[in-house]
């Protein structure tokens, strides 16, 4: 028997990309994964997303802090989604193709919960959903969302899966900006990744498709002005993915393909 703790911590984590993997067979997408030291994750995020983890772990807080990883998982979207968004002719945007990206949106959260439930009870962990479940009638600003969730974004950037973008969002090497994640709190020992500093540069794809990411620096709370402006949208689903389609098809990232 193998004592070595970084073996392991190898076999561990093979084991759950393993899992993972084989739920992405079965149905036919294709996803991204990596493991993320807890107290990195919790000393970046929000004062009360940090509540909502005191709140699920309780006694275990502690535990989690000294030896407690958070797993991420992404979904891609599959190739042709991104391409309906913001689809116009003659001035005239064709919504339906629009809200097929918002189509997906869900889909992926679905999708992600699942995967996400059945790795939490097969590793002995808890997962943290891609969605907070809270009616957006019940949504009067952008930050009634947080204290329901936490940053996928922040698990995923500790995890070494991608750098933060300028337009907040994860940039994968794979897959650019074009995916969804949901995160798993674990006490196995598993091998961790580490944060990647933002490899954008001078790419500016994203700031400029979008009217409030364009002057976000001097906009204050730029995600309420981003949230009211995808609600000007009238979409089916309160998503928008301008700056997402702008970055997989023109971000510096795609110089980054082995």
């Known amino acids: 028997m193998n004592s070595n703790p970084n073996s392991v911590k190898d076999n561990n984590k093979d084991r759950i990309y393993q899992f993972f993997s084989d739920f992405l067979h079965e149905n036919d997408y294709e996803g991204v994964f990596g493991v993320a030291k807890f107290s990195l994750v919790f000393k970046d995020l929000m004062p009360v997303q940090k509540k909502r983890l005191e709140k699920l ?88 969302y947080f204290p329901h969730t936490i940053s996928h974004r922040v698990v995923a950037e500790h995890a070494g899966i991608g750098w933060r973008g300028k337009n907040d969002l994860i940039v994968t090497t794979a897959f650019g900006p074009a995916v969804r994640f949901t995160s798993i709190l674990c006490k196995l020992p598993l091998k961790q990744g580490h944060k990647i500093e933002t490899q954008c540069g001078e790419c500016d794809a994203c700031l400029r498709v979008c009217p409030i990411l364009e002057k976000k620096d001097n906009l204050g709370d730029h995600r309420e002005k981003c949230r009211n402006f995808i609600l000007s949208l009238d979409l089916k689903h309160n998503v928008c993915g301008k700056c997402i389609k702008a970055c997989f098809k023109e971000g510096i990232w795609r110089g980054n393909l082995k």
């Open 57 to 144: 772990l309780k006694e275990e807080l502690e535990e989690y802090k000294n030896l407690g990883n958070i797993i991420s998982l992404g979904l891609f979207y599959p190739d042709g989604i991104i391409e309906g968004i913001n689809v116009s002719k003659n001035n005239v945007v064709y919504k339906e193709y629009w809200d097929q990206y918002g189509d997906e949106y869900a889909h992926l959260n679905n999708l992600l919960s699942e995967i996400g439930e059945k790795i939490a009870h097969e590793f002995n962990g808890i997962c943290v959903p891609p969605t907070t479940g809270v009616p957006t009638e019940k949504i009067s600003h952008v930050s009634d």
